[in-house]
């Protein structure tokens, strides 16, 4: 397993309960010195550093990846597959147009990795991919982990988004994970195995012109917290991700995809909305909206290290932050410091 920024928070984290306890302990004993400190820190972190290297074997396990058109999900369906798991790759498009996705899997014609039809928000296809995946899950074989990655992203402040785009928007991104995390949760409890979602930077904090994505990404975080306070008692752990800006890296949004939504939720706005922000500032946010499209890490190798350390650590994390330093500290100043500086700062 790699080193990570994950790995490094942990070792920091090691240090501040070291030295509150060394704090502590020199308020009830005076002679405590502060090597005590380093001594605690050093030991606390090799104990973390033991406990995050440990892996099981992918050798008879199978994994379920939603979202394996393109982005994270195809990403990940070949490099779990080149680890040794099975890999059942879930795609919206499986067959007809727009399966460039499923046919650069097919082409690789590995007995170990298999293109499913699935839209998330079908239950019928749903049901039907718990059936094929039992069907072809060999004997001795299990299904151990299930990964959450399919998901829909769409932009635009409050009053523009129309009700029919956020019922798209939860369909895909709520309702539609935990249809498919109900479906596979007996075969996984029986494995004793993995759920891992991704989520967003976004499910921690807020920004404007985002509230469809963001209300989604803060309700899978507390459905995922839920889950794994059931599941513990089964054995199943579950792990959430937290990527931060890798739109350049997937895709997610493109100019054309902006320029579209653009069009429909103009088309879609109130006339009294429309008079009241303006073409002027209406297009001012797209262009804005656009210059986005090819901002963050076009390197997506550190969600995929999170991904796959969520499903083969031995003792997983509950979360994962592939974050470069600007987003952790963005992340940290909403979450750990006063709303107000985090608005001066970054929402102004």
């Known amino acids: 397993m790699l080193w990570t920024w994950d790995k490094t928070d942990a070792v920091v984290r090691c240090g501040l309960v070291s030295a509150v306890l060394t704090v502590a302990a020199r308020a009830v004993i005076s002679s405590c010195c502060w090597s005590s400190f380093f001594i605690l820190w050093g030991a606390l972190a090799t104990l973390y550093v033991i406990s995050a290297f ?5 050798k008879g396990r199978a994994v379920l990846i939603t979202g394996c058109d393109s982005g994270f999900g195809l990403h990940l369906a070949l490099h779990l597959h080149k680890l040794g798991f099975r890999v059942f790759a879930g795609c919206l498009q499986a067959d007809g147009r727009g399966r460039a996705g499923a046919e650069s899997l097919q082409k690789l014609k590995s007995d170990r990795l298999h293109v499913v039809q699935l839209d998330v928000t079908s239950q019928a296809q749903v049901d039907k991919a718990v059936k094929e995946v039992k069907k072809i899950l060999p ?7 299930l990964v959450n990655n399919a998901g829909w992203a769409t932009y635009g402040d409050v009053e523009w988004v129309s009700l029919d785009t956020v019922s798209r928007i939860v369909d895909v991104n709520v309702l539609g994970l935990i249809a498919v ?3 596979f949760l007996p075969l996984l409890r029986r494995s004793k195995g993995r759920v891992v979602t991704i989520t967003s930077g976004l499910a921690r904090m807020a920004v404007p012109m985002r509230s469809s994505y963001v209300l989604t990404k803060y309700a899978t975080e507390g459905f995922c917290d839920c889950l794994r306070y059931e599941m513990r008692s089964w054995g199943v752990h579950v792990s959430i991700i937290e990527p931060g800006n890798f739109i350049a890296g997937t895709s997610i949004f493109t100019e ?8 429909k939720m103009w088309e879609s706005m109130d006339p009294e909305v ?3 922000y303006g073409r002027e500032r209406f297009e001012a946010r797209v262009q804005l909206m656009k210059s986005y499209s090819n901002s963050g890490d076009t390197d997506v190798t550190p969600v995929l290290n999170a991904f796959t350390e969520g499903l083969v650590q031995r003792w997983p ?3 994962y932050n592939p974050m470069n330093v600007y987003f952790r500290t963005r992340v940290f100043i909403a979450t750990h410091l006063p709303e107000c500086i985090y608005e001066k700062i970054y929402v102004g």
């Open 54 to 58: 440990p892996q099981v074997s992918t």
């Open 139 to 145: 004997d001795g074989e299990v299904l151990w982990g």
């Open 181 to 183: 995390t109900k479906a």
């Open 256 to 263: 054309a995809s902006i320029r579209e939504m653009a069009a």
């Open 274 to 276: 429309k008079a009241d």
């Open 317 to 319: 994390q509950v979360r």
